[in-house]
């Protein structure tokens, strides 16, 4: 909304006549006020001197941008697998994550991801890659996903701490089978999710309470397998990604992984417009 400006008329009185004595002849006449041709010319020549900058300025500003590489985001499925991580124990004590600290710091300024999000993602693709090498899981695919799902931990003004929990706990809505929404009946009896009637998804990475039961695992060595803890949950979403779709180096392998953790056209290609992105270093 833009403040308003009103300017008010300044008035002056006449300027009382004054002489020294009577005239009965005919009046002087008053000459005649000058143009004002200076001040108008000065008006005239600012506005055209203005104009120029103005344009001058939108001239630089245009070749200015050209001169700018524009970073092109790939097409294609699957997308890529970003700036590598380095070897690293995966199998360290405490939050082995950490180690990676150095490439997510560069990463994070360029994406608008946390370091510890970004840590979370980078071990949980190095484990699989260890243990799973025929996945070929990158870290962009679980940014991508965590992107669309709790943009990275931070939904609704939550936050991830330096030891990977997130809190306030993210929380879904019902699943009871209103429009658009699927039917899921508790399976936790509200012990995980709060919800003792219908299950809720859960976490940064949204797992509902049944999946995560087969499926989660202890990331950061806590000894706790938290869906509110972006290390483990990162990892689960790894494991299961890598257990549904195969090969994720290829386009079918990459799609029924996506397919199989959430059932949507819409939702595959959200995903892979943001991991491509983060794969080239762009934000999203």
Not at 165 to 193: F, Q, Y
Request: charged residues 20%.
């Amino acid at each position: 909304m833009m403040d308003g400006v009103t300017r008010e008329a300044a008035t002056r009185p006449a300027a009382p006549r004054t002489g020294t004595g009577r005239s009965f002849g005919p009046p002087t006449p008053t000459p005649p006020r000058p143009r004002r041709r200076l001040r108008t010319f000065l008006i005239v020549t600012s506005s055209l001197l203005v104009g120029v900058a103005v344009v001058a300025l939108a001239v630089g500003s245009d070749e200015l941008d050209q001169r700018k590489p524009r970073i092109e985001i790939p097409e294609g499925i699957p997308p890529g697998p970003g700036a590598p991580t380095p070897p690293i124990d995966i199998n360290g004590p405490g939050r082995t994550a950490g180690l990676l600290g150095e490439w997510a710091a560069p990463l994070s300024d360029a994406l608008a991801i946390s370091p510890t999000a970004l840590e979370a993602y980078g071990y949980a693709a190095a484990v699989m890659t260890a243990t799973k090498p025929d996945c070929g899981i990158g870290w962009t695919t679980l940014a991508g996903i965590a992107a669309v799902e709790s943009k990275h931990g931070t939904y609704r003004g939550a936050s991830v701490g330096d030891d990977g929990k997130v809190s306030p706990p993210i929380r879904g809505i019902p699943l009871d089978g209103s429009p658009g929404v699927a039917e899921i009946p508790d399976t936790d009896g509200g012990a995980m999710d709060g919800d003792a009637t219908h299950d809720r998804a859960m976490g940064p990475l949204q797992f509902i309470p049944e999946t995560w039961a087969r499926w989660g695992v202890d990331a950061n060595g806590d000894g706790v397998v938290d869906p509110d803890n972006i290390d483990d949950a990162a990892l689960t979403a790894a494991r299961y990604l890598c257990a549904r779709g195969g090969d994720l180096t290829t386009a079918d392998g990459w799609t029924a992984a996506l397919m199989a953790y959430n059932l949507s056209g819409e939702y595959l290609r959200d995903v892979r417009d943001r991991a491509a992105a983060y794969s080239v270093g762009v934000r999203r």
